[in-house]
């Protein structure tokens, strides 16, 4: 087995081991073991028995052990964990680093998968990230080995064949769906990289785990469930309150078991999914249409940004836990669209939350589709930009909303739909931030808050925001800005503690 130079060092697998013999979830996504005695590699969590350390190999990243020739478990199944969260906060010195890293997060968005499949341009995505981010491909290239021990398309590779591998043990699509969704352009390629890669056919794949894909009867209808990892600890209720209280009827709902319900549109796909936690296990079971079936990859996606399934608390709390000792776990809740979430943002600018509610209710029921569900009063989709584009200024006037706030509403649509405004984890945060703040009615607050939830950016902070201000004992933005800098990278944690009064009593008197 080829041990390459990108496994972890001696004194790093030492503490990896330790890690490993707890089988502790915290550790969970944080690094893979690769065993040369069995040619596969597993997850911290992993509950085989504990290989010899000297035949341990551990790496960072799935696509390190996979460019090692090792293979993913069928146990552990290593796409079902949190992906790596590290947000370097910016400087000259880790310029090249947080580029590879922002490379990285770009190919970790299915949606863009299927740019790689392309027979006489099988780097073409590779140069499409490049020109994003404003760099050559060779020097995107070279900077991504060096960071990742791994070359772009191998990464992106070993994230496309783990979602197949997830497509075939939990549902039943063909497998040419399961190759399109997983971003192949054709079959052929998809069974020759995936038997390269993994030494099985897909369908031998399938048929090993054949009886483990039921159908779920509690909600009615047909449906399928995957789980999706995190690591621990999780405030879960924390999270549900968030969620709640900003829960659109028609679309969303927290049930009475504490279950998160809603409706979803994916494209030109549509349905529902349910959302329900087991702590224990630090997973959440994703209960889905199967008309959603097809777009699984994007959904799991959207779901793990929804509820923030890749942060990593303790890296979190050793920096805020000083000023809030009580945010441990804590998740800055994301959302399964982007556009969606803009739209409740301009909604609720200079308005109570309930107020934005109401105001989002009448948007959803005067412009939603409808749909069906297996769930009583959920029966609309969130309204599209083409609708909202398109709509006149009085029927938006009914709905309460006044013409400052259709004037964005338009703006951000039209932004959206001509591909001028990039809204999903991926975008540039300060680029996508002056964005917004450059269409009609979107101030700084707003665009850091889209940039918070949306873009999936740790660092977001609107500085303007009264609550916040309150919340740490200051008068200005620029004084809660001043304060907020011992939190970065991760201000955006800080500010849903703010939020929600986990601040440490007689906290804000050290502030500068």
Wanted: net charge positive; hydrophobic share 45%.
């Amino acid at each position: 087995m080829n041990t390459r130079p990108d496994a972890l060092t001696d004194t790093e697998g030492d503490a990896c081991y330790l890690a490993l013999k707890t089988r502790d979830a915290r550790f969970d996504g944080a690094f893979f073991t690769a065993v040369t005695s069995t040619g596969i590699y597993c997850r911290p969590v992993c509950r085989v028995r504990l290989p010899r350390r000297e035949n341990c190999r551990f790496y960072r990243h799935a696509a390190q052990a996979e460019a090692a020739g090792f293979r993913p478990c069928l146990r552990c199944r290593p796409e079902l964990a949190p992906r790596a969260s590290d947000a370097p906060a910016w400087s000259t010195e880790d310029a090249s680093r947080i580029l590879a890293r922002q490379a990285a997060r770009l190919m970790d968005e299915p949606e863009l998968w299927a740019d790689a499949d392309d027979d006489a341009q099988p780097g073409r995505m590779v140069a499409r990230m490049a020109e994003r981010l404003g760099v050559s491909d060779r020097h995107l290239r070279r900077l991504f080995e060096a960071e990742f021990g791994v070359s772009p398309l191998q990464y992106l590779q070993t994230r496309r064949l783990l979602a197949a591998k997830q497509l075939l043990a939990d549902t039943r699509l063909p497998v040419a769906e399961v190759a399109r969704a997983s971003g192949f352009g054709s079959v052929r390629r998809f069974n020759a990289a995936f038997a390269e890669r993994y030494g099985l056919n897909p369908r031998d794949l399938r048929r090993a785990r054949e009886g483990e894909v039921q159908a779920q009867g509690d909600v009615g209808g047909a449906s399928l469930t995957v789980r999706l990892g995190f690591r621990p600890p999780y405030d879960l209720a924390t999270l549900r309150e968030f969620l709640g209280r900003r829960a659109l009827a028609g679309v969303e709902r927290l049930d009475a078991d504490g279950r998160f319900v809603r409706t979803v549109r994916i494209g030109a796909q549509t349905g529902w999914l349910a959302l329900g936690f087991d702590l224990p296990a630090s997973q959440v079971r994703l209960t889905l249409a199967e008309s959603l079936a097809p777009v699984l990859p994007i959904l799991a996606s959207r779901v793990r940004a929804l509820l923030d399934l890749d942060a990593d608390p303790a890296a979190i709390h050793a920096v805020l836990g000083p000023r809030f000792p009580a945010a441990e776990g804590l998740r800055v809740p994301g959302t399964l669209d982007g556009f969606e979430l803009a739209v409740r943002a301009v909604l609720g600018q200079q308005i109570t939350v309930a107020a934005a509610r109401t105001l989002g209710s009448r948007l959803v029921q005067a412009l939603g589709e409808p749909v069906a569900t297996p769930f009583e009063g959920l029966d609309r989709l969130f309204p599209t930009p083409a609708a909202l584009a398109a709509v006149d200024g009085e029927t938006l006037g009914r709905l309460g909303l006044v013409r400052q706030r259709q004037a964005a509403l338009r703006a951000l649509a039209e932004a959206v739909l001509d591909g001028r405004l990039l809204l999903h984890a991926g975008a540039e945060p300060q680029r996508t931030c002056a964005a917004l703040q450059a269409l009609p009615g979107i101030g700084a607050w707003t665009a850091q808050y889209i940039a918070m939830r949306a873009l999936r950016w740790p660092d977001a902070f609107p500085a303007g925001d009264i609550a916040l201000q309150k919340a740490l004992g200051v008068t200005q933005a620029r004084a809660a800005e001043a304060a907020s800098q011992a939190w970065r990278p991760w201000r955006s944690y800080a500010v849903l503690a703010a939020w929600h009064g986990m601040a440490a009593p007689n906290s804000t008197k050290d502030l500068p």
